[in-house]
């Protein structure tokens, strides 16, 4: 039985903002490509990440996402895993750094990000196979 790797899960394209976008420019990126979280670009690089909780604290902070930037707002530095790592690995990381979203790398660069959603979405599958592998063991 092979196990679950983070490229089989991850969320691609990478949806990315620059520094100096808006929360508001965010908050229509997050709606347009219908995505909870957002990384923050330097350039070529991505240096951060914003989720939807980072803009409900902001407005609910009274700070006004017009005026509010990505680089005052973002997480970093980012939490990373290679596409082959298991993704029962990337959980046990999630839950210990408390943390919902790792980004996802290959040789080349940032590919995609695993959510908790990513997480639990599997879980049927892999409680599925282990019970199979159980039937074939006794």
Do not use: C, W
């Amino acid at each position: 039985m092979r196990a679950v790797l983070a490229s089989d899960v991850m969320s691609t394209p990478v949806v990315f903002v620059s520094l100096e976008s808006t929360l508001q420019d965010v908050s229509k990126v997050m709606i347009s490509r219908k995505v909870g979280s957002v990384l923050v670009s330097d350039g070529s690089q991505y240096v951060g990440i914003i989720t939807k909780m980072d803009i409900v604290k902001i407005v609910s902070e009274g700070k006004n996402p017009k005026n509010t930037l990505a680089k005052n707002v973002m997480s970093s530095p980012l939490k990373t895993a290679m596409v082959s790592t298991p993704i029962m690995e990337i959980a046990k990381n999630m839950a210990r750094e408390k943390i919902r979203r790792i980004v996802i790398k290959d040789n080349l660069g940032v590919v995609g990000v695993v959510s908790d959603k990513d997480v639990v979405g599997i879980a049927p599958e892999i409680i599925e196979l282990i019970t199979e592998h159980s039937k074939q063991v006794i």
